[in-house]
């Protein structure tokens, strides 16, 4: 991402914009009236069915990028705003960093990093460029300067990635990935490189990278980039997180066959993006809706795991210079506040009726629907949740006069719940499907599923399976506490049906809460058991879980991980 134009700020250069790129490509995105298709009083929408049981993708998150160096640091306030779930928050639960290109500069962002790492966000990050001391310049299309890695240097800017990651970890911040480079595809400022290049770095050197590594973050989802990676059963494998960039990407290029093709057992990240455009205020409306909708098509069509914002506080961002949350912002809130890290994609009719858009979510019992109402008329819309009873339905809503507003609750019965969606408005709704009442207030840490005692047995009896796992663990610590990610990945060649991860917590912690599995005990020999709807695990697939725990000053983590009774492979 090159820097916006969006008025003066110290130390912000002036560089080629993005939008003349695009409207070079053709590829500016366009924004047009919404057009009045509803009629003149509220019309009724097709039923929108919603499936608990039909899982697509597992959620990693909403967030935005922090950049120092470029815009300034967040405030202590405004890293609470963007990093919370309470009213008048942003609920995002993943920060993007930059790499510093020397040791020097690897603390820019620590402090916005650490406070996200308290909250129990995800932190990844991002290079625009290796030291200075690894880069030649060439000549590229007739620029006579453009910056590239030596060939010489591959295996000293794995090290240089390895430092950065090494560096934040021993302050506080364990980084969920790293990336190769950030857009080598727009490079003009910074360091570009070829689809050959990264195959071969991939191949070569990214398997020394202490950290999940991501690549390739074309600046517009350009599959030339990405399909030689999923391509190259090597670079692959060194591969944990295709991540892309969406500026200018027309919504047929969003879903990717290839990528479910060969991608088992990896993630599918949108890491960056501002849309529809840099220059309006956030506060526009009703073009705010714009970004409802990109993010429905990003979930539902494209179906990342995880969608990501640029700047997190800029003018045209989810967080305005004040510190308060924009329409942009509002929007994003919608789902970053309620679907939260480890919640499930779940079917939907994605588009009951012109200008209505439709996506849900799970997590255990709880059930998440987002709704988008980009008409001029309200809407009647009714939601059939398979398999549910009678519950009470908690809702927020957002349109011209309301940011995430909670409203009076309602209930569900017997599957079936019906609701007016506003003119121009985009409404969350939360419910259950056992028949208790969802909370009011959303939480700071994902929403869980309550710890299982000894007593209690698996849903499901383990079958098969039996093969080689792997697990990877990431810790983000505080004083007194942490979260822990965990993901396990079936690397044998039969299903898993069932299945009980054990492992042994180090002293002095303590689980408090933990979702996706049921914990027991909550210290010491400890068993993870699934779910009911994670029960199955494919060859090559991957599933997720984690949990919230005390600690007493021991934030070491455990050393080896069995699944049903046999040891996994530690990375």
Known sequence: MTHDQNGPTSGE??????????????????????????????????TATVNPSAQRQTIKGFGGMAHAAWIGDLTAAQRDTAFQTGEGKLGFSILRIPVGESQADFGRDLATAQRAAQLGVTVFASPWNPPASMIETFNRNGQTNAKRLRADQYAAYATHLNSFSTYMKNNGVNLYAISVQNEPDYANDWTWWTPTEMVKFL??????????????????????????????????ANTDIIGAHLYGTAYSNFPYPLFKQKGAGKELWMTEVYYPNSTDSADTWPQALDVGEHMHRAMVEAEFQAYVWWYIRRS??????????????????????????????????????????????????????VAINKGTSAASQQFTVAGAGSAGVSSWVTDGSRNVAPQAATTMSNGSLTVTLPARSMTTYVTSLSGSSPSATPTVTPTVTPTQSPSQSPSQSPTGGTGAARVAYTMNSWSTGFTASIS????????????????????????????????????????????????????????????????????????????????CTVV
Do not use: C
């Open 13 to 46: 250069r002036r560089v080629l914009s993005r939008r003349s790129v695009l409207t070079t490509l053709g590829a500016v995105p366009v924004v047009t009236a919404t057009s009045a298709v509803l009629g003149a009083t509220e019309a009724s929408a097709a």
């Open 203 to 236: 191949r070569e050197n990214a398997g020394s990278i202490n950290t999940r590594v991501m690549a390739p973050e074309s600046f517009q989802y350009l599959k030339n980039m990405s399909d030689p990676i999923l391509n190259d059963s090597t670079a692959l």
């Open 316 to 369: 045209y961002g989810p967080m305005r210079e004040d510190g308060q949350l924009s329409k942009r912002g509002a929007i994003m809130a919608q789902f970053a506040r309620f679907v939260r890290p480890g919640y499930v994609r779940i079917d939907a009719t994605a588009n009951p009726a012109t200008n209505v858009y439709v996506s849900a979510y799970r997590s255990g019992d709880t059930v998440v629907i």
């Open 488 to 567: 396990i990945t079936n690397t044998g060649s039969s299903t898993i049906n069932g299945w009980t991860l054990a492992f042994t917590l180090p002293s002095g912690q303590t689980i408090t809460s933990g979702w996706n599995a049921t914990f027991s005990p909550s210290s010491g020999q400890v068993s993870a058991r699934n779910v009911d709807y994670n029960a199955t695990i494919a060859p090559g697939a991957t599933v997720d879980i984690g949990f919230q725990a005390n600690h007493s000053g021991n934030t070491s983590k455990p050393t080896s991980f069995t699944l049903n009774g046999v040891p």
